[in-house]
């Protein structure tokens, strides 16, 4: 039987880093196999669907390089795949597992189960439902029913005996069937609950591994009842670890964790992101860390995930996203800092950004970037016709920090030099002459250079300040230093 696995999420919001590793790996696990990778939306409670939920879940696969083979916007032999659109199927199945007696309708208002809780709760009693309907007269409910009286459809787990189980990475997992309530698989709305929809297309659409996270345990074994009640091959069941929080607990906003896409829009490449998540409970080896998307397909498999949670350690993720930048091809990671740059400079800077200009920069800053949002705040002087003059105690260096009246006129010594150096305007020589000038005045080198440094970019932190000085060229470069010359006078008169 080939392979056919799916990502199944519901249209409430973004998808979070637990959920979409589980994407990843069920994505790892069909390329492995030559299997099928599915996009299922489980829209079934429309109370909690967000609008635009679909399209960012869309996104996010896509940006990450998660090539669907069915799905919303692909198609398949299996449509639809939004759940809110199979309807008569999961009523057809309700159908008919009522006429089989495995199922009853539940008259029990929301009132009559708020109270049957509290009395559970009083009394120190697991919570679940009591089976109040569960004997009641199959002809008298359907009448019931039929003249419009609210009710749910719930399952009849056996009360008795006990239902096995089998995890791929866990191994045979035992309930007591004594101790499991009656589930609702259709709601008085006509939806169904996530119980009945998932076995229903689960089997409809030919699944043969169900990935999902542990917390789903408990609920597996009145899964596995409901296939069987249906006349069907569960699929192989694969729970999931948690993902861990620096404090030990659930890994939660409240720890950063964040969407893919606001990852994306921090900076990570797709490729970091992908490899990182992959790997937070599976390995290739004890000791490879950086794996390319195909490397991992050609080795991953289901069976081979650990099941104990792992801790998702936010600083290893940045410095992996530095290993993809600096493992880039300069031409590909200059397209990318353009296209990042392309949506993070002011509008007063015409797009498409100059490809040509953002090459010449890109290796003066690729080993010192480790995300692509921190591109246009190195970079956005190259962009702008003039800058805005720093504070003045921002062009201080050792040297004039205690005579800072010193200050202008080093730089107008500097820029004297600079304009006898027009048609000569290389990284080398420049370099040359200015720490000729400093040893002539007797001032640190590091301290002219940051005078110079701070006046063409506005800024302390930049790329190397020669090879900068050239690509900013000349005429700008001078013109802004005398911005600078002009700042310092009436800032430290001598």
Not at 37 to 65: H, M, P
Not at 273 to 281: D, S
Request: net charge negative; proline share 6%.
């Amino acid at each position: 039987m080939s392979v056919r696995v799916r990502y199944a999420p519901s249209p409430t919001g973004d998808p979070h880093v637990g959920n979409i590793r589980t994407a990843i790996w069920t994505w790892l696990h069909a390329r492995r196999h030559g299997g099928a990778f599915i996009l299922r939306i489980e829209d079934t409670d429309q109370s909690r669907a967000v609008e635009g939920s679909v399209q960012r879940i869309q996104d996010s696969l896509r940006w990450l390089g998660l090539d669907l083979d069915e799905g919303p916007e692909q198609g398949g032999d299996y449509g639809p795949y939004v759940q809110s659109q199979r309807l008569e199927r999961y009523h057809a199945a309700s159908e008919q597992l009522l006429r089989d007696g495995n199922a009853y309708r539940c008259f029990c208002t929301p009132d009559d189960l708020r109270a049957m809780r509290e009395r559970q709760r009083a009394a120190g009693r697991p919570q679940g439902y009591e089976g109040v309907c569960r004997d009641l007269d199959a002809a008298r409910g359907a009448e019931r029913a039929a003249g419009g009286e609210s009710h749910v459809i719930r399952f009849r787990m056996p009360r008795e005996g006990v239902t096995i189980f089998s995890d791929l990475i866990r191994g045979a997992i035992r309930y007591e069937n004594r101790l499991l309530d009656d589930l609702v698989l259709l709601k008085s709305d006509g939806f169904p609950t996530y119980h009945l929809a998932h076995a229903v297309d689960d089997h409809a659409m030919a699944i043969t591994h169900v990935t999902r996270g542990d917390e789903w345990i408990p609920s597996t074994p009145r899964h596995v009842r409901i296939f069987e009640a249906l006349g069907h091959e569960p699929p192989v069941y694969v729970h999931t670890p948690v993902i861990l929080g620096p404090d030990g607990g659930k890994l939660s906003k409240r720890h950063g964790a964040q969407s893919v896409l606001e990852y994306a829009a921090e900076g990570y490449l797709p490729e970091a992101l992908l490899n990182f998540l992959a790997i937070m409970g599976w390995a290739l080896d004890d000791r490879t860390e950086i794996l390319s998307a195909e490397e991992m397909s050609a080795a991953f498999d289901l069976a081979d995930l650990n099941p104990a949670p792992a801790g998702f350690n936010s600083e290893k993720l940045e410095w992996m996203n530095g290993v993809y930048m600096r493992q880039l091809p300069e031409a590909d990671l200059a397209a990318r800092f353009a296209e990042r740059l392309d949506r993070d400079l002011p509008d007063s800077v015409a797009r498409p950004v100059d490809a040509g200009l953002v090459e010449q920069f890109t290796p003066l800053i690729r080993e010192r970037v480790k995300l692509l949002s921190e591109v246009a705040e190195l970079t956005d002087f190259f962009f702008a016709e003039d800058v805005p003059v720093a504070e003045p105690g921002e062009f201080l260096g050792r040297s004039f920090r205690r005579e800072p009246e010193r200050a202008a006129p080093a730089l107008a010594a500097a820029i004297a030099t600079l304009q006898g150096m027009r048609d000569d305007w290389r990284t080398e020589p420049l370099e040359a002459a200015l720490r000729a000038l400093a040893e002539e005045l007797e001032v640190r080198a590091g301290d002219l250079f940051m005078l110079c440094r701070v006046g063409v970019t506005g800024k302390r932190v930049t790329p190397p300040l020669f090879e900068t000085m050239e690509i900013v060229g000349p005429a700008m470069s001078l013109d802004r230093l005398a911005a600078a010359e002009t700042a310092l006078r009436a800032a430290y008169p001598s």
